[in-house]
């Protein structure tokens, strides 16, 4: 994160609430839109689901009302990210589906990707294993085809939450390690999603106890992105 992003979130939400307000007062359904999905992105990362939830819903209202599809896609995501945190993975998996439909109409290929991925997720936690190991699998071929190299640390979290989903906790250590790596060496952190589920696989894997656990930790952040999936790119 730059320096100038730096701010406390009070600060952040007064700063982009009263963008918003203005947009709103001008007409400017983008500018309202974006102000509402910031701020609903940083009550998900404080935990406030509800208030997600609600300032999501309302960017997606702005942004159907406006008539322009490009505005809704957005609102979609984190609306969807929000509903499957809260454990509604039923109405999660609905939500993401439109929005893979929405990035497909948009011709956004890499998004429908991303989607995919977290639709994966609302699979696995239905107790759907067979078509989240499906959905994976897939995500992760198209990843390397295509050279999404930034989704790398997304792909670790996936075979966490997976090899801890199949009882492998010896795996999920692993690729708790290696995720962790993956991201500190594109230098971001895990949307408030994607760190719940590796939180579990992490807490899930400490049953190996202490050395076990920081044995395959090491052992997984070690290893390169190709080795790991077995898998070569293709751009």
């Not at 993956?182 to 106890?209: F, M, N």
């Amino acid at each position: 994160m730059p320096p100038s992003a730096v701010v406390t979130a009070p600060v952040c939400c007064g700063w982009r609430g009263l963008r918003s307000t203005r947009a709103r007062a001008a007409g400017e359904p983008g500018g309202e839109v974006e102000g509402l999905y910031a701020m609903a992105r940083v009550a998900a990362r404080d935990g406030d689901l509800p208030r997600a939830e609600r300032l999501a819903g309302e960017a997606l209202e702005v942004a159907v009302r406006s008539g322009d599809k490009r505005l809704e896609e957005r609102p979609r995501h984190v609306l969807a990210a929000v509903t499957r945190m809260a454990g509604d993975h039923v109405r999660a998996r609905e939500l993401y589906l439109a929005s893979i439909a929405l990035n497909e109409e948009l011709g956004q290929p890499e998004m429908v990707t991303s989607e995919y991925h977290n639709l994966a997720f609302t699979e696995l936690h239905l107790g759907n294993l067979d078509r989240a190991r499906e959905l994976f699998v897939a995500g992760r071929e198209r990843v390397f085809r295509e050279g999404y190299r930034s989704f790398v640390p997304y792909l670790g979290v996936a075979a966490a939450a997976l090899a801890s989903a199949e009882g492998d906790h010896l795996l999920a250590a692993r690729m708790v390690g290696f995720t962790d790596s993956a991201y500190a060496a594109i230098g971001q952190v895990p949307d408030p999603d994607d760190a719940e589920e590796l939180s579990t696989a992490r807490a899930a894997a400490a049953a190996l106890g202490d050395a076990r656990f920081t044995s395959a930790y090491a052992e997984g952040a070690a290893l390169q992105d190709t080795e790991v999936f077995g898998l070569t790119w293709g751009t």
